[in-house]
């Protein structure tokens, strides 16, 4: 399951840890004070408790975390209107220790604020974790170090500075930082193969829900090649611890 995650039952409830039983917390297991516990199996993300009065009761180990993110995607903002074009994003939760595992992954859309709630159901309370952001034509972009849900929520705004992101790995658009826009072909790297692409369905007048409509218009033209090339000529890639 995860490492350092233990379960235990006693007349007064059932509770975990995450930190190899140096701590417990008491889980809201469903179960009514006093009933007695004749043992506890855990399966993939489910808890299966035995007891002596109610059978078998099967409950989710972990309780849905929500990341509150807000992050701004480069050729979707207009700074002017300070507003972007929704569109969804995916939001990774990765270890902070070499090799990065990915422990949780959620979809949602950012709104025209950029604002999204990401749900996880993997990951557990006060153990760090990189959040890292994906976006159709977006290079891929994690926050500057671990963080922690200390409670079920957590927030984390990347507009505010390019230390948000790990290197520094943001444009300012106006007075917000924004994740590049231009991967196309999502090799983590903006360069002349996703300029190509970008080049090849403005020339065939492609329209539609496109990876290479940079600008969210929907129509591939010459302004979502200008602020590939733009991308391109500034070597603009993923960084990652």
């Not at 807000?70 to 990765?94: C, E, W």
């Not at 220790?97 to 990915?102: E, V």
Request: with cysteine; net charge negative.
């Amino acid at each position: 399951m995860h490492n350092g995650i233990l379960f235990a039952a006693s007349d007064s409830g059932v509770y975990r840890s995450t930190d190899d039983g140096v701590s417990w917390s008491k889980i809201n297991s469903g179960l009514t004070p006093n009933t007695q516990v004749m043992s506890i199996i855990t399966h993939e993300n489910n808890l299966y408790i035995g007891t002596y009065e109610k059978g078998v009761w099967k409950r989710s180990i972990l309780d849905p975390l929500t990341l509150n993110l807000k992050a701004l995607i480069q050729g979707f903002y207009n700074p002017i209107t300070n507003k972007m074009v929704k569109d969804t994003a995916r939001v990774s939760l990765r270890s902070v220790s070499p090799p990065y595992a990915m422990v949780d992954s959620a979809r949602t859309i950012l709104d025209s604020n950029g604002v999204g709630n990401f749900v996880f159901t993997n990951a557990v309370k006060s153990i760090p974790y990189y959040i890292v952001l994906t976006h159709r034509n977006g290079i891929e972009t994690w926050s500057a170090e671990g963080n922690s849900f200390i409670s079920e929520t957590l927030s984390y705004d990347f507009t505010i500075a390019a230390s948000q992101a790990y290197g520094n790995n943001q444009i300012l658009i106006g007075s917000k930082y924004c994740i590049y826009s231009g991967d196309v072909n999502q090799d983590g790297i903006i360069d002349g193969s996703d300029a190509s692409t970008i080049d090849n369905d403005a020339f065939n007048f492609a329209t539609g829900y496109l990876k290479t409509d940079l600008n969210g218009d929907e129509i591939i033209d010459g302004s979502d090649a200008a602020i590939a090339d733009f991308n391109v000529n500034n070597f603009v890639g993923v960084i990652r611890p």
